[in-house]
């Protein structure tokens, strides 16, 4: 295959996808960065047309100086470390139980991985509207069928609730990945270790946890690169309120609620950063497991 | 100790019942091995003595208590499995280590236990690697030492060598034989190759379709077979077998003859017929003869038989070693 030939026969062919995905990433990445530097808001009569005011790191100072803007890293922190967390011990519970021979297994694996074709706008409303409203949610019903007062999940725990509702739809990603490498481990090693006496839970710490030690990794990496932008969710509940704002709605609110094209943009290069402090950190800790 | 009796065990899986009720005592320092053909319930056999299996009804027994219901890390057996079942994460130390880490043994203790039988296995030097660093004769190994050090009862082995080259194979059986020899722990060895069960065991279990076809030593069932299937099984090439009017002047439905009885001549005998194909071994040679009326009999012979493919030959039988056997295949005294 790797002759001279065929290589540069690969590349040539390749050449147009990746022209394509450098423009598409380019492109904006160079406009963001452009309007990150001007002072740039439509409603006072800006446009590109008259020129735009260059205002050097003005709009970098502004971002980080506004009050909203740790909360906003510390939620969006708070958010994807929280829906990793239950996502991934949830997932290794249901994967081995779905591993377990049963009834009606296909039926149930297919209901498992149900929520993942909702759309997120959906099932954020769904979760609004049905279960957490307190005057008609189920919870709300719940709660009163016990004699205990509603809980209004989305202003009085607002955060958990944002957590529970993007756990909901990333619990089959994660189900269906470490369900798959559940099932390439060889029963014997479980039949050894059993002979070598121990015991359920040792048998799960020592020998289920360490195999699926890689596929949790893949669902770290993914799901964290995913979970860094989550909006719609936000957008159809809390609105960014109850201390809900992601760095991704504060940008969104600068660029679309105050109309500040310049500032909004500072925002947007201070998300690239922080998504690559975090990619370079999780490589560090998990790299190393995937070349194992 | 290390003595195991199972007495009038079955098992069946859903509605077929791959195990008919089946007796067995396997004395104290034994070398067993249950041989016969792929599918015949070897495995199932050996796992219900660990454990991993529940039998369906009967009772086995080790050192006299009854263990049918004792769970398999209690029975103080250890396996070694076909897929050697190492653990991939853990270094070789560790793997060795696991059994007396769940079993709480001290540190230090565990070391020592290690290193002594790392030195047994020839392993001190790859105590550090991972299994995925090793070749397939050191991991046999390892899992091996995994075994050995829980000094069970029993060591029961799930066709250990089948995945090894020729060669390291004929290693791997005289380092178990020597081991058991060193140990003088019971052994239950499972395998469906036939020299290996001869060359190892003290004492040998045909299976056949999960039926006990002959219990007894090596150069009993090489003697004596009791039925056609354990003759035809035991033997390397395997006996001839003669149907119809030779068998009937025998007083036997089937006389069975191995090739090493059946001798050579090219001047007179008892039958005649064509030489056909020759395999050379340098020691041996295994001769396909057509027999005129009686059909191919195998002949083994010392060195070069110096005969060709299309030569007439004749083949007498040694008179004291035919095999007889009556319509349903046991032997005739
Ligand atoms: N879990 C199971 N469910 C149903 N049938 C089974 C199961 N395990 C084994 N069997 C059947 O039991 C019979 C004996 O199987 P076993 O694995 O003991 O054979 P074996 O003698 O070890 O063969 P081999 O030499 O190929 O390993 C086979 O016919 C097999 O199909
Ligand atoms: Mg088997």
Redesign the pocket.
């Given at each position: 295959m790797a002759t001279q030939h065929s290589r540069s026969a690969a590349r040539f062919m390749m050449a147009p996808a990746v022209f394509l995905l450098l423009v598409w990433m380019l492109v904006p990445l160079t406009m963001t960065l452009f309007f990150s530097f001007k002072k740039y808001l439509p409603l006072r009569g800006d446009s590109m047309a008259n020129g735009l005011e260059w205002v050097g790191f003005a709009n970098y100072v502004r971002f980080v100086g506004s009050s909203s803007f740790w909360p906003s890293i510390q939620a969006t922190l708070v958010i994807v470390g929280g829906v990793l967390v239950v996502t991934i011990v949830l997932g290794v519970l249901l994967a081995m139980l779905l591993d377990q021979p049963m009834w009606g297994q296909g039926i149930v694996r297919i209901l498992v991985i149900a929520p993942f074709f909702v759309m997120p706008t959906v099932s954020a409303l769904v979760w609004k509207n049905m279960f957490m409203d307190p005057n008609n949610g189920l919870l709300a019903y719940l709660w009163k069928a016990f004699g205990g007062t509603p809980v209004e999940w989305l202003s009085q725990a607002a955060l958990p609730s944002l957590i529970m509702i993007v756990s909901w739809q990333w619990l089959p990603f994660a189900t269906l990945i470490l369900l798959t490498a559940i099932q390439s481990l060889d029963s014997e090693q479980l039949e050894a270790a059993e002979m070598d006496g121990a015991p359920v839970l040792k048998r799960f710490w020592f020998i289920i946890l360490p195999h699926l030690s890689r596929a949790i990794t893949i669902v770290i990496l993914i799901q964290t690169i995913f979970l860094l932008s989550i909006f719609a969710e936000i957008f159809v509940t809390t609105g960014g309120a109850f201390g809900t704002k992601t760095l991704t709605y504060l940008i969104f609110q600068r660029v679309l609620e105050s109309q500040n094209v310049g500032l909004g943009s500072a925002g947007g290069v201070y998300a690239i950063i922080l998504a690559n402090i975090v990619a370079l950190f999780l490589m560090r800790i998990v790299g190393k497991n995937l070349d194992a | 100790m290390g003595k195991i009796a199972l007495k009038h065990v079955t098992k069946s899986?859903?509605t077929?019942e791959?195990i008919p009720p089946l007796d067995l005592d396997i004395e104290d320092g034994e070398f067993v091995v249950f041989v016969?053909?792929?599918?015949?319930?070897?495995?199932?056999?050996l796992r219900l003595i660990a454990g991993l299996e529940d039998v369906t009804s009967g009772m086995i027994e080790i050192d006299g208590n009854d263990a049918t219901r004792v769970p398999p890390s209690k029975r103080g057996l250890a396996m070694v499995f076909q897929s050697y079942a190492l653990y991939p994460h853990m270094s070789v130390r560790k793997n060795i280590a696991f059994p007396l880490r769940m079993a709480k043994v001290d540190e230090a203790e565990r070391d020592r236990k290690v290193e002594a039988a790392a030195g047994i296995l020839n392993l001190t030097d790859y105590l550090e690697r991972r299994p995925g660093q090793l070749s397939g004769g050191q991991r046999q190994r390892v899992a091996i030492g995994r075994a050995i050090v829980r000094e069970p009862e029993a060591f029961l082995f799930?066709?250990p060598l089948s995945n090894l080259d020729a060669a390291l194979r004929v290693n791997m059986r005289l380092e178990i034989s020597e081991l058991h020899q060193s140990l003088a722990t019971t052994m239950i060895y499972?395998t469906?190759d036939q020299v290996e069960a001869m060359t190892m065991a003290d004492k040998i279990v045909v299976?056949n379709a999960?039926r006990i076809a002959q219990v007894g030593s090596p150069l009993e069932l090489y003697r004596a077979p009791q039925n056609k299937f354990v003759a035809g099984f035991i033997g390397s090439p395997k006996m001839n077998f003669i149907e119809g009017e030779e068998a009937r002047k025998q007083g036997a439905h089937t006389i069975g003859v191995r090739p090493e009885h059946l001798a050579l001549s090219t001047d007179g005998g008892t039958w005649e017929g064509t030489v056909g194909v020759a395999e050379h071994l340098g020691s041996d040679t295994f001769l396909h003869v057509h027999i005129d009326g009686v059909g191919a009999l195998t002949v083994r012979t010392q060195g070069e038989a110096g005969l060709n493919h299309g030569d007439r030959a004749h083949i007498t039988p040694d008179p004291e070693r035919i095999h007889r056997f009556d319509g349903d295949g046991l032997a005739l005294a």
């Open positions: - | 899986f859903g077929t791959v016969g053909p792929s599918g015949c319930g070897k495995s199932t056999l799930d066709e499972v469906h299976l999960g």
